[in-house]
């Protein structure tokens, strides 16, 4: 069964640091999808950056980047020269299968990293 | 990418009364999802929304708590029946297009049963 494990429950930064959030993943399917969300204390899920299992480079999104290591199960996020806008919930996300159009498309959790950057 | 408008953006219900929670989209899209975040939780999938069909609902939902309505390629209701203050969450509206990588969030549904 696919999952998702996040095991930074809370974070501190200073500002215009980089940090890097952890996420480890695992999942039998060789096709999947590995999405990072940001979520402020307002509730909204704000979809940060995107690497499919097959993608040759990891992806970059202006100041975030993802550390995606296959052979180590492990999508981190990165992001570089922290904002105090950036204070918020951080959660990693997998779905198996890749642009399908009538399977689940779920999208599998983890428990989130709550980032605080510090001025 | 779509905008994605989720109404109302919060609530606060009475127990045993029920909430129907509206979500439009400003493009046609194949996939629609609703995910419950209970309070300090993470999302969990409550079910997927078909159009012109009833809805698949994950393990834990059922559809006489979780009705769920899509009447078209760019909206979908959830309701929460009989609402009990363990209901008490953010409910979030998720689309995705045919060959889309990501999914996309609304805003949110921020309810409170007493």
């Known amino acids: 069964a696919q999952k998702i494990t996040q095991t930074q429950p809370g974070m501190f930064v200073q500002e215009k640091e980089a940090v890097t959030l952890d996420c480890t993943y695992d999942?039998?399917?060789?096709?999947?999808?590995l999405f990072w969300y940001k979520q402020p204390s307002s509730g909204e899920m704000i979809f940060l950056i995107y690497?499919?299992?097959?993608?040759?480079q990891n992806a970059t999104e202006g100041r975030y980047s993802l550390n995606f290591q296959k052979a180590r199960k492990s999508a981190n996020l990165v992001i570089s020269a922290s904002q105090l806008g950036d204070s918020a919930m951080y959660f990693c996300?997998?779905?198996?299968?890749?642009?399908?159009?009538?399977?689940?498309?779920?999208?599998?959790f983890g428990t989130g990293t709550l980032l605080a950057v510090q001025p | 990418s779509a905008v994605i408008s989720q109404k109302p953006s919060r609530d606060i219900c009475q127990r045993g009364t029920s909430l129907t929670i509206q979500c439009q989209v400003d493009?046609?899209?194949?996939?629609m999802f609703w995910y419950r975040q209970q309070p300090g939780q993470s999302l969990t999938l409550i079910a997927t929304?078909?159009?012109?069909?009833?809805?698949?609902?994950e393990s834990g939902f059922v559809i006489d708590k979780f009705p769920i309505s899509r009447p078209n390629l760019t909206f979908s209701t959830l309701t929460v029946s009989n609402m009990s203050p363990e209901d008490s969450s953010i409910y979030l509206c998720?689309?995705?297009?045919?060959?889309?990588?990501?999914?996309?969030f609304g805003a949110g549904t921020r309810l409170s049963v007493l």
């Open positions: 690497q499919g299992s097959y993608d040759q």
């Open positions: 493009s046609q899209v194949t996939m």
């Open positions: 999942t039998s399917d060789p096709s999947y999808g």
């Open positions: 929304a078909n159009q012109g069909s009833e809805a698949t609902y």
């Open positions: 998720s689309v995705a297009g045919q060959g889309w990588n990501i999914q996309y």
């Open positions: 996300a997998m779905r198996e299968g890749v642009n399908y159009g009538g399977a689940t498309n779920k999208l599998i």
